[in-house]
């Protein structure tokens, strides 16, 4: 029995790791093919044996580092829900949202290697998605930013004032105009699913 806890527990360390990585990946893709920074400071990069595009600029670099170091915790203890980016126009309106809905099921089967091996396919198809959503969406107005918010479960809340790196980091409460849209529409990225990440996109 202590065996079996052990390794569900090291299986839910290495869910985190895997999506972490992949958000970290994901993200820099979003902001390159939404055009929220100039080309200029990307790179292609290889992941997962598929070309990506990679910000080079360290200060945003540092920043999803920061965020995804402290959404590690939560996912561990499967206290995130969703983690979003949110594409805001100059006014700080949200006029696109990159939902990532996570999940980690109640007991985890697969080996490590099967899991990195699933999520790698998973981001393949991703960046497939990603790399051709301009045909479906809308051109972002001019000067937009981002930011990210993560959707906790009810007792996160209690958890999160325990984890000290999330306390070096700490949250606040999202602003009301960063969450509503005005006249949302579902983009079928939605197709985008699996046991433990399932994307959709909003705008």
């Known amino acids: 029995l202590n065996f079996i806890s052990d390794h569900q527990c090291f299986l839910k360390l290495v869910v985190a790791d895997i999506l972490c990585e992949f958000l970290e990946v994901a993200i820099h893709l979003i902001l390159y093919v939404r055009e929220v ?23 945003l670099n540092q920043y999803i580092q920061d965020t995804l170091h402290c959404i590690k915790p939560l996912i561990e203890k499967n206290d995130a829900e969703k983690v979003v980016v949110v594409i805001m126009d100059k006014e700080h309106h949200p006029v696109e949202r990159f939902v990532f809905e996570i999940s980690q099921p109640p007991l985890l089967s697969v080996s490590s290697d099967a899991l990195l091996s699933h999520v790698e396919q998973l981001l393949r198809a991703f960046i ?13 107005p001019p000067g937009c930013t981002f930011t990210m918010l993560v959707h906790t479960r009810e007792a996160a809340t209690r958890n999160m004032e325990k984890i000290q790196v999330i306390k070096d980091f700490p949250w606040i409460v999202a602003d009301e105009q960063e969450v509503q849209m005005r006249e949302p529409r579902l983009i079928p990225l939605k197709t985008m699913t699996s046991d433990i990440v399932k994307v959709s996109e909003i705008s």
Do not use: W
Request: proline share 8%; glycine share 2%.
């Open 128 to 140: 497939l998605k990603i790399s051709v959503c301009d045909a479906i969406l809308d051109n972002n």
């Open 37 to 59: 920074y100039p080309t200029g400071i990307f790179q292609k990069r290889k992941k997962y044996n598929v070309p990506v595009q990679m910000s080079c600029h360290p200060e």
